[in-house]
């Protein structure tokens, strides 16, 4: 059932780009997206070097309202753009990808690659909870503005107090510009604990911190049929 959901690519890769590779399968395979073409553009211009944000933006909705959907196009429409350098994890699209050691490891191996940096890799989770966050700035500063997308992280294990986000930021630096997504479901206790994350910060914005995805409308039922 394991190599079924997620089946092993014919050639021999190390770890972490045999996860790209799975992340990429789970891209490749979503679905279209009918009738988010505003909420997504409202995402995108959320990135934008010059828009308010200094905070992690949580993207929430109930249960199958199309959030895993949403943030594969979110995504698409980010790789589109030269200015921006994006990594993005999707818990559930690799046997690995439900672990926060791994998904903080991806971010600094990619960045330390796709920038030249010449940090260390950090080894133990105490030493990647404490130093992601500067392999993402440091690559801001040498690059171009970072978005990160963390797709259904209400998914990690709780493993390494993953559900805590005390590895998460409480704010952004307004220069160099990085932006982090996180899909959740509303209301749920992760989706509260991320609220009260971010109101320890004592940075305000102006922009939302939080996009809403809705239940699919009927009209855009009516187009899939």
């Not at 890769?13 to 045999?18: G, K, P, R, T």
């Amino acid at each position: 059932a394991m190599t079924r959901q997620y089946p092993k690519p014919h050639r021999s890769l190390n770890a972490f780009a045999l996860e790209d590779v799975y992340h990429k399968n789970h891209l490749e395979s979503s679905k279209f997206c009918f009738g988010r073409e505003k909420l997504i553009n409202d995402m995108i211009s959320l990135t934008d070097r010059n828009a308010d944000v200094r905070h992690p933006v949580a993207v929430v909705g109930l249960p199958g309202s199309g959030k895993t959907t949403v943030m594969a196009h979110f995504i698409k429409k980010l790789l589109k753009h030269d200015d921006i350098l994006l990594f993005y994890h999707v818990v559930a699209s690799s046997p690995q990808s439900f672990s926060i050691k791994n998904l903080l490891s991806r971010v600094c191996v990619s960045l330390k690659k796709r920038c030249e940096l010449s940090l260390e890799l950090p080894a133990s989770m105490e030493a990647l909870r404490e130093s992601w966050m500067h392999f993402v700035l440091l690559a801001a500063q040498k690059h171009k503005p970072i978005v990160i997308v963390l797709d259904a992280i209400n998914q990690l294990s709780p493993e390494h107090g993953a559900l805590d986000l005390g590895w998460l930021p409480y704010s952004l630096p307004k220069d160099p510009c990085v932006r982090i997504f996180c899909s959740m479901i509303k209301d749920d206790p992760l989706h509260k604990i991320f609220g009260q994350h971010s109101s320890q910060s004592s940075i305000k914005q102006t922009a939302s911190s939080q996009v809403e995805v809705d239940p699919m409308q009927l009209g855009d039922g009516e187009t899939l049929v």
